[in-house]
């Protein structure tokens, strides 16, 4: 096909101008064509299968679809275990995105700076975002490994761990993944870790959009850097920092591999999130309904999140 | 100002990259030194977990490269990734080039629809892709991933592209055009040598990413042989109960580093794909 219209572009000015045009309107849509199929065929159509399996009977044992209603959604939302992961993939998003929103903005902000080593720094506090997500979980489960954890050994070491009257008990380890309290702060803090680094480079690309003259006349004019950062630097880049928390929640709110590297959803499914019960549920247990309903109420946070990008993204573009 | 200030705010800002550099680096760090831990050592609850305190050892090593899967494990990892690199490349660059050139208005609005399908996770997919690939006779096939992973590098990539066509100028073409070249030949021969560093990003971040997922392939892929490194390693390394540790993080630690020392070079693009035009 391409052969023919590189041929037939060989005609002198005038009358390839109304060619380029007319092979305009059939190349355009040919173009986007493949990636449109892609995206209806293993994305569109998917995502109506959820939704027709999550109201059908279907298993892996037994293949075929036959409609039962919202039984599943009623079964799924009665069972304990699932009320704590909806309430866990709440929890540990809006967590560990609260942090990472403080803590990449500190962190931002020292980064804009002039300092030697910058590039090391930069490439070391980049590792947990560009490593592969289940190698850096790996990490963290030997560093909170039951025995030989060293935050552990330093709390030993403190005095504070593993003697009759001390701060954290006679026992001679915490159990970080064993207690549930315990384990639902570091699903927390691995997330923390994992998503700082892209928050923090969301931050840097707002700040540096910041033009210098209006910090400089704000500085001629008397305002403290506290002032500038609170009536300046703060509400210019607010829309970035929203942008940095929207992904942030959507990574989190979505993300499986933290929960089942670090717990498998323990101790007794305290750490449960939506995403590991709907693994356990529809892929290891075999029934495909009730998965597709569990992961189903993931979508409505998933749909606010897209239009408030959308109206963003919108606002962009008249600004 | 005075001197002393200067250098207390100079402290301070090294004592804050520094604290921030070492939480980052900390699991990799630990992972470093596992590595080269003796078994004897590693799993003495009295020794200092943060130093050497036996010669090293390359025994890990050896285990992780002749006794494990690991090396199939990598190339199944690399086999995957220039596949689905590949797959993005072919469709979304003529998409993104389309979107970006000759659609107006709903060509935006397109484009932006496409870039929200890359919101529409793995977790929501994978039970009706599980069904879909085992209907295509596809499991325990490295197959499977090749043919799914593009549903989220196709979206981002397409996006990503299409903002940096749009930073080159139209004049170019035109001149191409008016020499004698058709609208596609204009694309080929003049903007894609153009846009080079706009190619190798969406190439390292689709290779990047592929290798990152990890649900999918938990899901479509039990066979040890089969398995790419972000399931292999966590899953394989472990038997039953035991943690092979030393293995285990040699293994995570040499998956990790190179594809990191790429990415960061990428990192500022994918950022400007992220922010979407928030920042001008």
Known sequence: ?319 | MKPIRKLAARGALYALILSFASFAVFPFYWMVIASFKTDHDLFNPAANPFLLNEPPTLDHLRLLFFDTHFVTYLVNTFLVGVAVVAITLVTAVPAAYSLARWAKGWGETLGIGIFITYLVPPTILFIPLSRFVSDMGLQESLWSLILVYPTFTIPFCTWLLMGFFKTIPRDIEEQAMVDGLSRLGAMVRVVLPLSVSGLLTIVVFAFTLSMHEFIYALTFISMSVKKTVSIGVPTELVRGDVFRWGPLMAGALIASIPVSVVYTFFLDRFIAGFTMGAVK
């Open chain 1, 1 to 319: 096909m391409n052969r023919v219209m590189e041929g037939a572009a060989a005609v002198p000015a005038e009358g390839a101008r109304a060619g380029v045009a007319d092979r305009q309107g059939q190349l355009a849509p040919l173009m986007i064509a493949p990636a449109i199929a892609y995206i209806v065929a293993l994305i569109g159509i998917p995502f109506v299968m959820a939704a027709l399996y999550s109201l059908s009977d279907v298993t892996t044992g037994d293949p075929s679809i036959d409609f039962v209603g919202l039984h599943n959604y009623r079964e799924v939302f009665y069972d304990p275990v699932f009320r704590t992961a909806l309430s866990n993939t709440c929890l540990f998003a809006l967590a560990s995105q609260t942090l990472v929103i403080i803590l990449s903005r500190i962190l931002a902000s020292a980064l804009m700076q002039d300092f030697r080593g910058k590039w090391l720094a930069r490439f070391l506090i980049m590792l947990p975002w560009t490593a592969p997500i289940a190698l850096g979980t790996i990490g963290w489960l030997w560093m909170l490994d039951s025995i030989f954890s060293p935050f552990d050994w330093l709390l030993r070491r403190a005095g504070l761990l593993g003697a009759p009257g001390v701060l954290l008990g006679p026992m001679p380890n915490l159990y970080w993944l064993g207690q549930s309290g315990l384990a639902m702060a570091s699903v927390v803090l691995v997330h923390v870790w994992r998503l700082l680094p892209l928050a923090t480079v969301i931050q840097m690309a707002g700040l540096s959009s910041i033009s210098r003259d209006l910090l400089e006349a704000a500085a001629v004019d008397g305002a403290t850097g506290w002032r500038r950062t609170l009536e300046i630097t703060i509400p210019l880049t607010l829309p970035i920092i929203g942008i940095a928390f929207l992904f942030g929640i959507v990574f989190t709110f979505t993300d499986m591999t933290v929960v089942y590297v670090l717990t498998r959803g323990g101790p007794v499914h305290t750490t449960q999130v939506l995403s590991t019960w709907t693994f356990f549920r529809g892929i290891e247990g075999g029934d495909l309904a009730q998965g597709a309903a569990i992961s189903l109420f993931l979508f409505p946070v998933l749909a606010g999140v897209a239009s408030l990008m959308l109206r963003m993204a919108r606002r962009a573009e008249v600004t």
